[in-house]
């Protein structure tokens, strides 16, 4: 790699290099300290780079450090390309875009700023979706959701503008291997539910619900991410794009976008969100395999484990919801975020699951009309639900005061004779 050798852009460079390299976790704030007090006492007969003292010390790779570089050189190019932004600094990147922290001018305020890859932007019908939905999604207005600022193009780069969320991923905190209590994981499932059934009435799905574009911001407010980005290519294309990438996998996606369903709803954004529910109470993906091709063919047909099977405290009634949303066949899960809504608030107060009941009950008689085996004992369990109850409860009082009422009557006609 070809030191930096005009010493003006030298500093900037390197304060820029020393910062990418420590928010890329390449090297520790020690290891950093280190390159830079080198640097100093260096400075007078043996002038070097940080970036030169960090492969000297072998603390980042020739390649690490060639990827930092063209990083630098691309944010430098979104900074010069997008008229009313100040680039500030890159905030992460994933698959396919690059995330940068921004100052847009006009408003004086902290945006965040995502820029699309060239190679997907030169497809026109992506672009146009691109467009369609951005508008879409600044039409969108909730604070579970983050804000969609403004999409535009400037010198050949798409760019997407949105609330910058101060905070993490739900992806960063599973990734170290948090289990979620039932309580934190409801609250912010209720939280998620709540911003679905917003875009849902909007006309808008997401298509991509999982734990890297759930944030949560420093006052624990749940944010859902790139609502209205338009999938850069069609979901099995990127899920095989992104093989080998541990978090990359298809775990979240529902079997109908799988298929490559055109027409996808509501129901598809269901069970993306009871993939990552299921997530974070068991600790584990619902499926997991070795290649991307065998998670999505697990999704289309091996059973699921209920999840309280992986965590054993974990009540049924979660269980069933996780189920209910994660059903194979979209009419068995629920009908809307509202109807699922109504679940979740349920077993927050302690009380049975209802509409999962009922779906369990439908599909279970489905499955008899179809001829089809029945799990008899699930399908027992479920179809003695509270409703059930009172219903033969009430039954049983009426027929107990027929009973007296007929043989008060047969008392009275013998004792008349
Ligand atoms: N509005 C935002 N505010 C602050 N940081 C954000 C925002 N949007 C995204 N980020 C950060 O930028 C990173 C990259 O986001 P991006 O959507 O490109 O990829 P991803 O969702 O992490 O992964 P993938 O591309 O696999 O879906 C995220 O991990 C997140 O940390
Ligand atoms: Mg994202």
Same mark, same amino acid.
């Given at each position: 790699?070809?030191?930096?050798?005009?010493?003006?852009?030298?500093?900037?460079?390197?304060?820029?290099?020393?910062?990418?390299?420590?928010?890329?976790?390449?090297?520790?704030?020690?290891?950093?300290?280190?390159?830079?007090?080198?640097?100093?006492?260096?400075?007078?007969?043996?002038?070097?780079?940080?970036?030169?003292?960090?492969?000297?010390?072998?603390?980042?790779?020739?390649?690490?450090?060639?990827?930092?570089?063209?990083?630098?050189?691309?944010?430098?190019?979104?900074?010069?390309?997008?008229?009313?932004?100040?680039?500030?600094?890159?905030?992460?990147?994933?698959?396919?875009?690059?995330?940068?922290?921004?100052?847009?001018?006009?408003?004086?305020?902290?945006?965040?700023?995502?820029?699309?890859?060239?190679?997907?932007?030169?497809?026109?019908?992506?672009?146009?979706?691109?467009?369609?939905?951005?508008?879409?999604?600044?039409?969108?207005?909730?604070?579970?959701?983050?804000?969609?600022?403004?999409?535009?193009?400037?010198?050949?780069?798409?760019?997407?503008?949105?609330?910058?969320?101060?905070?993490?991923?739900?992806?960063?905190?599973?990734?170290?291997?948090?289990?979620?209590?039932?309580?934190?994981?409801?609250?912010?499932?209720?939280?998620?539910?709540?911003?679905?059934?917003?875009?849902?009435?909007?006309?808008?799905?997401?298509?991509?619900?999982?734990?890297?574009?759930?944030?949560?911001?420093?006052?624990?407010?749940?944010?859902?991410?790139?609502?209205?980005?338009?999938?850069?290519?069609? *979901? @099995?294309? !990127? &899920?095989?794009?992104?093989?080998?990438?541990?978090?990359?996998?298809?775990? #979240?996606?529902?079997?109908?976008? %799988?298929?490559?369903?055109?027409?996808?709803?509501?129901?598809?954004?269901?069970?993306?969100?009871?993939?990552?529910?299921?997530?974070?109470?068991?600790?584990?993906?619902?499926?997991?395999?070795?290649?991307?091709?065998?998670?999505?063919?697990?999704?289309?047909?091996?059973?699921?484990?209920?999840?309280?099977?992986?965590?054993?405290?974990?009540?049924?009634?979660?269980?069933?919801?996780?189920?209910?949303?994660?059903?194979?066949?979209?009419?068995?899960?629920?009908?809307?975020?509202?109807?699922?809504?109504?679940?979740?608030?349920?077993?927050?107060?302690?009380?049975?699951?209802?509409?999962?009941?009922?779906?369990?009950?439908?599909?279970?008689?489905?499955?008899?009309?179809?001829?089809?085996?029945? *799990? @008899?004992? !699930? &399908?027992?369990?479920?179809?003695?639900?509270?409703?059930?109850?009172?219903? #033969?409860?009430?039954?049983?009082? %009426?027929?107990?005061?027929?009973?007296?009422?007929?043989?008060?009557?047969?008392?009275?006609?013998?004792?008349?004779?």
């Amino acid at each position: 790699m070809a030191p930096n050798d005009t010493r003006g852009d030298t500093t900037s460079q390197d304060t820029l290099f020393g910062r990418m390299a420590l928010e890329q976790r390449l090297c520790t704030e020690e290891e950093l300290q280190r390159c830079l007090e080198d640097q100093k006492s260096r400075a007078a007969d043996d002038p070097s780079t940080i970036e030169e003292l960090m492969l000297e010390y072998g603390f980042v790779t020739e390649t690490q450090a060639e990827r930092l570089e063209s990083t630098i050189e691309e944010s430098r190019e979104a900074h010069r390309r997008i008229p009313g932004y100040k680039v500030l600094g890159k905030v992460g990147s994933g698959a396919m875009a690059v995330v940068y922290k921004a100052r847009q001018l006009s408003l004086d305020r902290i945006v965040a700023v995502k820029i699309l890859p060239r190679r997907y932007t030169e497809k026109s019908d992506y672009v146009k979706r691109f467009f369609k939905e951005g508008k879409l999604a600044a039409k969108l207005n909730h604070n579970n959701i983050v804000q969609a600022i403004d999409v535009g193009e400037a010198g050949g780069l798409y760019y997407f503008v949105m609330e910058f969320v101060e905070g993490k991923s739900l992806h960063e905190d599973l990734s170290k291997g948090k289990v979620f209590s039932e309580k934190e994981a409801l609250e912010v499932l209720i939280q998620l539910a709540h911003a679905l059934a917003h875009a849902h009435a909007h006309g808008m799905i997401h298509r991509d619900v999982k734990p890297k574009n759930i944030m949560i911001n420093l006052d624990g407010v749940v944010k859902l991410a790139d609502m209205g980005l338009a999938r850069l290519t069609s *979901d @099995v294309e !990127a &899920a095989e794009r992104e093989k080998g990438k541990a978090f990359g996998t298809p775990y #979240y996606i529902a079997p109908e976008q %799988i298929r490559g369903e055109v027409n996808l709803d509501g129901r598809a954004d269901i069970y993306s969100l009871g993939a990552t529910f299921y997530h974070m109470v068991t600790g584990r993906v619902p499926f997991e395999a070795s290649t991307p091709s065998e998670v999505m063919r697990k999704h289309l047909k091996e059973p699921m484990t209920p999840p309280d099977h992986i965590n054993i405290a974990l009540t049924a009634g979660i269980s069933e919801v996780i189920e209910v949303m994660m059903a194979k066949k979209k009419k068995d899960r629920y009908n809307s975020m509202e109807e699922l809504l109504i679940d979740l608030k349920a077993i927050q107060e302690g009380r049975a699951p209802l509409q999962a009941r009922q779906k369990f009950n439908i599909e279970t008689l489905e499955q008899l009309e179809e001829g089809r085996p029945v *799990d @008899v004992q !699930a &399908a027992d369990e479920t179809l003695y639900t509270e409703e059930t109850v009172t219903r #033969y409860r009430i039954g049983l009082v %009426i027929l107990m005061a027929v009973i007296a009422l007929l043989i008060i009557f047969f008392a009275t006609y013998v004792a008349m004779l």
